[in-house]
């Protein structure tokens, strides 16, 4: 079955530190790939994705991710930590051919960020 | 990007009881969905809702446990029937552009059944 798994459920990185969040998807065709941060008890904020062309995409608050089909890869990145990006990460996808609006979902990697 | 408004933000029910769930999107979208979140977990696609047609539920969610309404491009409710706790979750709902690359969600329903 098409799956997305997220390396890690928990990540904890200093303030100032470099930030990656692993991501990788099961399909040898590649799907439109997305990350989401969820803050505490509130929704879903879609922080960027991939579709098509460049694979090094930039989001907001300072994060990218690069799509690396050889490695089924869609790592998330943050040069230097902030307090405020303490939160819930999910990565999802999008295969071709299934349903429209399947937003397959990984696990979640939970990010702490200490002082 | 769509915005959507979704209330309530949170209820605690009753045992028994049903708690209606509304989505209200400030842009005619093509496809809405619901999701739910339980504690500590990632998300799980209930139901894709179309506008003038049967919602579409996955593999372990139906109907009249979730009933879903779509009466127009910019609205739709979900109905969480004859509660347990272990309907005790977050749910979301969702709406997609048309080309189906942005999707945008709903700030969440936190609900606790007891």
């Known amino acids: 079955a098409q799956s997305v798994t997220q390396l890690g459920s928990h990540v904890s990185v200093s303030e100032g530190a470099l930030v990656l969040l692993r991501c990788n998807y099961s399909?040898?065709?590649?799907?439109?790939l997305f990350w989401y941060v969820q803050y505490p008890n509130q929704g879903l904020q879609l922080l960027l994705k991939?579709?098509?062309?460049?694979?090094l995409v930039k989001g907001i608050n300072g994060f990218e991710a690069e799509f690396k089909k050889s490695e089924t890869s869609f790592h998330l990145t943050k040069p230097s930590a902030h307090m405020s990006d303490a939160a819930e990460y999910f990565c999802a996808v999008i295969y071709y051919g299934g349903s429209q609006g399947n937003l397959i979902f990984g696990k979640g990697t939970k990010l702490s960020v200490k002082p | 990007s769509a915005v959507i408004s979704q209330k309530p933000s949170r209820d605690i029910c009753q045992r028994g009881t049903s708690l209606t769930i509304q989505c209200q999107v400030d842009?005619?979208?093509?496809?809405m969905f619901w999701y739910r979140q339980q504690p500590g977990q990632s998300l799980t696609l209930i139901a894709t809702a179309n506008q003038g047609s049967e919602a579409t539920y996955e593999s372990g969610f139906v109907i009249d446990k979730f009933p879903i309404s779509r009466p127009n491009l910019t609205f739709s409710t979900l109905t969480v029937s004859n509660m347990s706790p272990e309907d005790s979750s977050i749910y979301l709902c969702?709406?997609?552009?048309?080309?189906?690359?942005?999707?945008?969600f709903g700030s969440g329903t936190r609900l606790t059944v007891v």
């Open positions: 399909s040898s065709v590649p799907p439109y």
């Open positions: 969702s709406a997609s552009d048309s080309r189906g690359y942005g999707y945008t």
């Open positions: 842009s005619q979208v093509t496809m």
């Open positions: 991939y579709t098509t062309g460049a694979t």
